[in-house]
């Protein structure tokens, strides 16, 4: 079709364009340069695309908070038969519907082995994890999930059986001590919750297999993620959920956070585009093999019913800070993600303004309570 475009604008030149072009003036039609460039970047989409077509994916934790949103957009992507979710419990109907569910605990090395081998998996994204509100409570139920299941897929992508794996990491490995506002990328990391020490030991050993192994493994720090498809579970972040659907609920909210804790937030659509193109990056382009710091807004309670109130003026926030306070005490205000920009093209869609307007009519539409 492109091709035909350019012979066709060929046909199309005037005598002036063919004798400046035959004299050496103007030498080439601005239209044909348009082609040029266009067919050029259909030939990169096209190469990615295929790329992503020979991707048997296999998504472990896909009936959660990121993992089941996700797995539709992977399944959008490739088609539906080439991603396989799977989790402990069944998902909701669009998952379970939309492709093959697999019952499968993540730190059952055999029964993931198996489920590799039965759908020729490429590709593994492991987004099953016990997040840090819920971890305090089960220490050592926490550290077994969110260390055996990566011990896991790091050993069978050590043995070759399978070939990239993407694992989220947090911006709970930060504790206390790392800076606050604009936390580098390396700087100190002494996290205090369970769930961000198992974090931080998670990274250390994704950059050790890397090294000793050449096991491409690829990871991000996410921040808080919000979405309206999607209920959060047993995080510090999730007041930043919680609060869109009590303000179309009930007009009101009572947050867990005190007013004026900042921390770094991300609109879901971000996290899974940034999911995507870290895991299509050409290897070279990934230099980090811990993790990358990401961010894409960050904002305190206030700030955030602030903004409710602008499309809800009646809104109204109360202040009781749980135990999560501490938790959150821990963790940075704002996050420096220039590394992640820098190195495999991360940018960010949703701010704190498109985020608030896009969560209200999303739930209006989703018609979504707790
Ligand atoms: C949590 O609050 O535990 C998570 C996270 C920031 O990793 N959302």
């Not at 020729?120 to 509100?133: E, N």
């Not at 959060?232 to 959920?241: E, K, L, N, S």
């Not at 903004?307 to 501490?326: G, M, N, T, V």
Request: glycine letters at 6%; hydrophobic letters at 40%.
């Amino acid at each position: 079709m492109l091709f035909i475009l350019i012979l066709k604008n060929k046909v199309k030149q005037t005598p002036r364009q063919k004798r400046e072009f035959r004299k050496g003036g103007c030498k080439v039609p601005i239209f044909t340069i348009f082609v040029l460039t266009s067919l050029l970047k259909w030939i990169s989409l096209r190469k990615k695309t295929l790329k992503m077509n020979s991707k048997k994916i296999l998504v472990i934790g896909a009936a959660g908070q990121i993992g089941s949103e996700l797995t539709m957009k992977l399944r959008g992507l490739i088609g539906n038969n080439n991603v396989i979710a799977s989790d402990i419990k069944n998902g909701g109907a669009e998952l379970m519907n939309s492709g093959t569910f697999e019952i499968v605990d993540a730190t059952d090395k055999a029964g993931i082995e198996s489920l590799i081998e039965k759908h020729k998996i490429t590709d593994v994204y492991l987004m099953a994890a016990m997040l840090s509100a819920t971890a305090e409570k089960f220490p050592m139920k926490a550290w077994s999930l969110n260390m055996d299941s990566l011990f896991n897929i790091l050993n069978l992508a050590k043995d070759k059986k399978i070939e990239r794996i993407f694992w989220p990491s947090s911006i709970a490995v930060f504790g206390p001590s790392s800076p606050k506002e604009n936390t580098p990328q390396t700087t100190i990391m002494e996290p205090n919750t369970v769930y961000g020490i198992s974090k931080q030991t998670g990274e250390r050993w994704c950059e050790y297999y890397f090294k000793k192994y050449g096991v491409d493994v690829r990871s991000i720090r996410f921040p808080g993620i919000i979405s309206y498809k999607t209920l959060p579970g047993g995080g510090t972040t999730d007041y930043a959920i919680e609060i869109f659907h009590s303000a179309l609920k009930d007009g009101s909210y009572t947050s867990f956070l005190s007013e004026n804790t900042a921390l770094p937030m991300m609109f879901m659509d971000d996290a899974l585009k940034a999911t995507v193109d870290i895991m299509q990056a050409p290897s070279e382009k990934i230099k980090v093999r811990s993790s990358y710091n990401l961010t894409a807004m960050s904002f305190t309670p206030n700030d955030l019913a602030s903004e409710i109130r602008k499309q809800l003026p009646e809104f109204k926030i109360a202040y009781e800070p749980d135990s999560r306070q501490q938790i959150a005490d821990s963790w940075p205000d704002s996050i420096d993600d220039s590394e992640a920009r820098k190195d495999w093209g991360w940018n960010h869609e949703f701010d704190l303004k498109i985020l608030t307007r896009t969560m209200l009519d999303g739930l209006k539409t989703e018609k979504l309570t707790f």
